[in-house]
């Protein structure tokens, strides 16, 4: 419980230090929505269609928007050290950045919703819909952390660049744009390795009230994923610590 | 009666490729002791400061800290540490008083008990009237303030300070040094890392010198002086310009210097080189304007025990 503490608090600094900074706001917020314009205007689809897409990017952007920069910006500014040289395991320092891109995540991704609402997109499984948020978040907030953990960069910018290669092909291949569904055999087989399939599945299934996998299948993935990502972030970053200080 | 260890390290190795920084320390640190950790650029000092405080893993040897083993129990450790890095590192972007709310929080003090701390602290290290303004504008004498003020919030056993008044202006160094001595009288031991051979000598009980990633010396400053023969030297002034070669050639004499109007010889017998100086100064009709015997100082030491390594 000391070092959960201690997590919230290397979270709010997070919160406080990094999500008034340019790249979070460019990958997290700016580039979901002008995605979504660009795949909207001109095409004859009903937009309660694209609402579930758009709740999933927006999920998965805003909580990976950061995540890849904290420990590459930490090392270089020699803060890395002042938080290793604290009564804090190494779990606690990710836990605590993963908490804070959690949180952006949910907070964000109630904006597609409202949205949704406002056009007349009904919630048809709101408990659903609920946890499937809270799970999806922080699994990519999991994942965000993740990505910065190899090759061991102390420059913000590379790190980023190497996030963005993983992450646009994700969205193409996680029924965003296309229900899973409508996707050739590959694609479908491709998307089942894709996080990001399970919480659009969700969205669809919360919003839409039908979806490809069974709904039982979807939060099982998400949290198969959330423990992968977050356990292989520590191990990670704990060996390639050392490189960085 | 045996004193208590609050730091013991044995056979401390860490090697950086080939490169061996730390090689086989060893050495100890009383409770309440103020031990320097001297040594010129790059002979180790950081590195080890940055094993004993949990930052680095060592490749071999033991570091106990109050009891606990950093390596097994490093957040126990860590917790009754208060640590001031080589390298400014608060954090640019938070307030003077985020910052403290943060490490005390990363310490597990109260909020209330932290408020308090840290308004004490500011004020006592004159950032008060700044706790509100980002750390990115502070002077780096301000950042080192706060640096201490950081380390100081969980109101730690033992101070780990490498390098604490390095660049520092005149004020904020004196204040530094006021507070820090003021702790170890209070009973905090103190581990301070410098190349600031004066510094060392004003304010520690023992001292270690390192060199390239091996222990020199270790003891207290006076004794290391005293112990080091060949290094007492005389300081004598003459009537007429003297060339340091004539004065080479007097017996007993090791090594001459030139120093303005003086000159400054080093022997291992005191008396006996005085005798031969006066009659040196005889032969030549030279009057002796002034003499003086003069102890080697810490500095002396230090370069000998270098080049010795």
Not at chain 1, 41 to 66: D, E, H, Q, W, Y
Not at chain 1, 126 to 132: E, Y
Not at chain 1, 193 to 198: E, W
Not at chain 2, 106 to 135: I, M, T
């Amino acid at each position: 419980m000391n070092q959960f503490k201690r997590s919230l608090a290397i979270a709010e600094k997070n919160i406080r230090i990094y999500y008034y900074k340019g790249p979070v706001i460019i990958f997290g917020v700016l580039i979901p929505l002008f995605l979504f314009l660009s795949f909207y205007i001109g095409r004859n689809i009903p937009i309660k269609a694209l609402i579930p897409g758009l709740l999933g990017m927006t999920t998965f952007f805003t909580s990976t928007s950061v995540g890849p920069a904290i420990v590459p910006w930490e090392a270089r500014a020699k803060t890395l050290e002042r938080l290793i040289s604290s009564p804090v395991s190494i779990w606690t320092i990710f836990l605590g950045d993963v908490i804070s891109s959690f949180l952006f995540g949910i907070l964000v991704s109630t904006i597609p919703v409202f949205v949704g609402l406002l056009l007349g997109v009904k919630v048809l499984n709101p408990f659903t819909l609920i946890f499937g948020v809270v799970l999806a978040a922080f699994c990519f907030a999991s994942f965000s952390v993740l990505l910065s953990s190899y090759p061991p960069s102390n420059v913000p910018a590379s790190s980023m660049m190497l996030s963005s290669l993983v992450k646009f092909p994700l969205i193409f291949v996680s029924g965003v744009f296309i229900p899973i569904k409508n996707l050739p055999l590959i694609g479908k087989i491709v998307s089942s390795v894709s996080p990001l399939t399970y919480f659009t599945e969700l969205a669809r299934y919360s919003l839409q009230g039908s979806c490809f996998f069974p709904v039982e299948i979807d939060f099982l993935a998400l949290m198969f994923f959330n423990v992968l990502f977050f356990v292989a972030a520590v191990k990670i970053h704990e060996r390639t610590l050392p490189q960085r200080l | 009666m045996k004193k208590e260890k609050a730091v013991e390290v044995s056979s401390l190795t860490k090697c950086f490729g080939e490169l061996v920084a730390v090689d086989h320390v060893k050495f100890e640190v009383e409770k309440g002791e103020f031990f320097g950790f001297l040594g010129p650029n790059g002979a180790g000092k950081t590195t080890t400061i940055r094993i004993l405080t949990g930052v680095i893993k060592p490749d071999e040897g033991n570091v106990q800290v109050l009891g606990y083993d950093v390596l097994e129990n490093s957040i126990e450790a860590k917790q009754l540490m208060g640590v001031v890095p080589e390298m400014a590192n608060a954090y640019l972007d938070l307030s003077a008083w985020n910052n403290l709310m943060l490490v005390g929080a990363l310490y597990g003090v109260p909020k209330e008990l932290r408020k308090e701390r840290a308004s004490k602290l500011l004020k006592e290290f004159k950032l008060y009237e700044r706790r509100n303004c980002l750390v990115k504008g502070f002077s780096k004498g301000m950042k080192q303030k706060l640096l201490l003020c950081m380390a100081l919030i969980n109101e730690p056993e033992i101070l780990f300070l490498d390098e604490p008044t390095s660049g520092l202006d005149v004020e904020s160094r004196r204040l530094i040094i006021e507070v820090i001595q003021k702790l170890n009288k209070e009973g905090k031991t103190v581990f301070l890392t410098t190349h600031n051979i004066e510094e060392a000598n004003q304010l520690c009980d023992r001292v270690a010198i390192i060199n390239r990633g091996r222990i020199a010396a270790v003891d207290r400053p006076e004794k290391l002086r005293l112990k080091s023969s060949g290094l007492q030297s005389i300081e004598v002034s003459f009537d007429r310009k003297v060339d340091v070669e004539e004065v080479l050639e007097i017996e007993g004499v090791n090594k001459a210097r030139k120093m303005g109007d003086k000159i400054k010889i080093y022997i291992d017998d005191p008396d006996a080189a005085i005798n031969e100086l006066v009659d040196f100064a005889r032969s030549k009709k030279l009057k002796i304007v002034s003499l003086n015997t003069l102890a080697p100082s810490l500095e002396d030491v230090f370069l000998k025990l270098i080049k010795e390594n």
